[in-house]
């Protein structure tokens, strides 16, 4: 039933797709001709990857980051470039299973002190301040919203910091002592593994007695695994949000939560949670998220939303379309293969 068919595969090189004729949307509704196939090409090496769209190798070169972005502008002129409020969230998320991370106390240290400007300035511009619901969610605070909230406010800083410290110390761990865990990225490159550096570089000055290793799990299957056997101590990564904000919260916070890989429960956000299904009016729905987005910030979260970066992806010249579609599922970076069945090639 998706937009492709998937008519070859070869482990750790490509994937072929062609247009799936019994699509439920045809390119007869645009009038215009999408294209019949598209390739997944296999370049763990991103200077391989931005090499192959200067050379046009490849039509697509997405998340381009600010040190690349000189080089492609003055080497493919004609690329189009498309930004957009990203798809997901990067984030910094803790076991609770861990007694100091089960603390409150210490997690709402970690909140209040976490340099996120820092972190999200390596991203590059437009990047956008998140709490627990994406802010693109008509439901969620905006970007302003939170950055003037506690912890975010750039001009509170250094005293959250502050407070930061003292609360850690009241949990029982004074400069962070007796916190020791590894943090778990999947790359060992790349701008999550960054933000993982930039967040332990910062914290040994806040907090200079907690013991942060950055361990890469660079096997997909074994990082996953490690989510959903709820084995890992913590990680840095990305998560793409669900299109309904319902949905969303619910797969993340709920209890029953398919990715409510914390170990987090509280009845009061089931509560909510549940109220919120069965919620049509969108102004009462959204006094409903407010309640939710504050009180698991205050409690201290354990899945703790860093940014929303903006995407920023080239295409070749001859890529038609690409401004005709967007949306959480639809964007450019083909992941999930629904965008380039929209796309068309010009010449």
Do not use: C
């Amino acid at each position: 039933t998706g937009a492709w068919i998937q008519t070859e595969h070869v482990e750790g090189t490509r994937q072929v797709f062609k247009a799936n004729p019994d699509y439920y949307r045809t390119a007869e509704e645009g009038a215009r001709p999408s294209y019949d196939t598209f390739e997944k090409i296999v370049m763990s090496d991103r200077a391989a990857q931005v090499a192959a769209f200067i050379s046009g190798q490849i039509g697509v070169l997405a998340t381009i980051q600010p040190h690349e972005e000189p080089q492609v502008r003055a080497s493919v002129g004609d690329a189009q470039w498309f930004g957009q409020p990203n798809f997901g969230w990067n984030h910094f998320a803790v076991n609770t299973k861990l007694p100091f991370f089960a603390d409150d106390r210490v997690r709402q240290a970690l909140q209040m002190s976490m340099d996120y400007a820092g972190i999200a300035d390596a991203w590059g511009p437009g990047w956008l301040y998140s709490g627990p619901l994406h802010v693109m969610f008509a439901e969620a605070y905006t970007s302003d919203e939170i950055k003037a909230k506690p912890g975010y406010n750039p001009d509170t800083k250094e005293a959250d910091i502050a407070e930061a410290v003292k609360r850690m110390a009241a949990a029982g761990y004074p400069e962070g002592e007796g916190i020791s865990f590894k943090d778990t990225t999947s790359q060992s490159s790349g701008l999550s593994f960054d933000a993982a550096i930039r967040q332990k570089e910062h914290w040994a000055n806040v907090f200079p007695k907690m013991q942060m290793e950055i361990s890469p799990v660079t096997d997909y299957a074994s990082f996953t695994n490690l989510l959903n056997s709820r084995e890992f101590e913590a990680r840095t990564y990305h998560h793409t949000m669900v299109p309904n904000a319902v949905a969303d919260a619910r797969t993340y916070y709920h209890s029953q939560g398919g990715r409510n890989y914390q170990s987090w429960e509280r009845p009061w956000a089931d509560e909510i949670l549940d109220k919120v299904l069965v919620t049509n009016d969108l102004e009462e729905r959204t006094k409903l998220f407010h309640e939710f987005e504050d009180r698991y910030i205050a409690e201290g979260p354990a899945l703790l939303q860093l940014l929303v970066s903006r995407d920023n992806h080239a295409f070749q010249a001859n890529v038609g379309g690409v401004d005709l579609v967007t949306g959480t599922w639809a964007y450019g970076l083909t992941t999930y293969g629904v965008g380039p069945r929209w796309y068309w090639q010009t010449e």
